[in-house]
């Protein structure tokens, strides 16, 4: 009599875990303590609540001075080539400044002009910016979403804004603040970890 073997009684097999997300935050801040760092690490902290992450922060204030005299990349120190290598590889970027003379600050950009132009491409990117007040919460759609379309980004659908009524000194305070940074994350979670798991067609990135 020949006995067949439920599956039941195999061993099951453990889940095949997901590699961590790399996420990689950028400040546009010149100052520290920053408002807009707080911004981007609280950022960081709610993607962190919702999924497996290894983290990042990138400060321009830290590396502003080897990054403001550079003409080309072969000019940057070591510490700015490993932040334009950890921003190019990164599975989620975060990426946020406070809003200078109605934009980004130019040290952020200046940072960005020396990213590859098709390294970001199918990447998402949370933005984010602080000001003084609320008038100044469409740099994030005037400014900020343009710049990473130029790279063919995906930039993710919520934005966060935080004006100076949200901080208490140089940490996030304001209850909406947090509620808005768990619904951009929540949002765009399922974007991420899908664009973690595509291969970006060599057709898109350099027609």
Same mark, same amino acid.
């Given at each position: 009599m020949t006995t067949i073997a439920s599956d039941l009684d195999s061993p099951i097999a453990p889940p095949t875990l997901r590699a961590p997300l790399k996420v990689v935050g950028v400040s546009g801040s010149l100052h520290a303590p920053s408002k807009t760092t707080a911004l981007v690490s609280a950022i960081i902290d +709610?993607?962190?609540? %919702?999924?497996?992450? !290894? /983290?990042? *922060?990138?400060? =321009? @204030? !830290? =590396?502003?001075? /080897?990054l403001a005299g550079a003409l080309r990349r072969d000019e940057l120190g070591p510490d700015v080539l490993?932040? *334009?290598?950890?921003? +190019?590889? @990164?599975d989620l970027l975060v990426v946020a400044s406070p809003v200078y003379r109605a934009s980004f600050t130019g040290l952020f950009k200046h940072l960005f002009d020396?990213?590859? %132009?098709?390294? #970001?491409?199918? %990447?998402?990117? *949370? #933005?984010?910016?602080?000001?003084g007040g609320e008038r100044h919460a469409l740099i994030i759609e005037h400014q900020l979403r343009p710049l990473f379309g130029f790279f063919q980004a995906i930039t993710l659908p919520l934005g966060v804004y935080a004006s100076t009524a949200d901080f208490d000194g140089y940490e996030l305070r304001s209850? /909406?603040?947090e509620q808005r940074i768990a619904q951009a994350v929540g949002r765009g979670l399922p974007l991420i970890e899908q664009a973690a798991q595509l291969q970006t067609s060599e057709y898109v990135s350099t027609w």
């Open positions: +709610e993607v962190g609540r %919702q999924a497996r992450i !290894e /983290s990042r *922060l990138i400060e =321009i @204030a !830290e =590396i502003g001075p /080897s490993d932040a *334009l290598r950890a921003i +190019e590889n @990164a020396f990213v590859d %132009q098709y390294a #970001l491409v199918g %990447q998402p990117v *949370l #933005l984010g910016a602080t000001g209850p /909406s603040a």
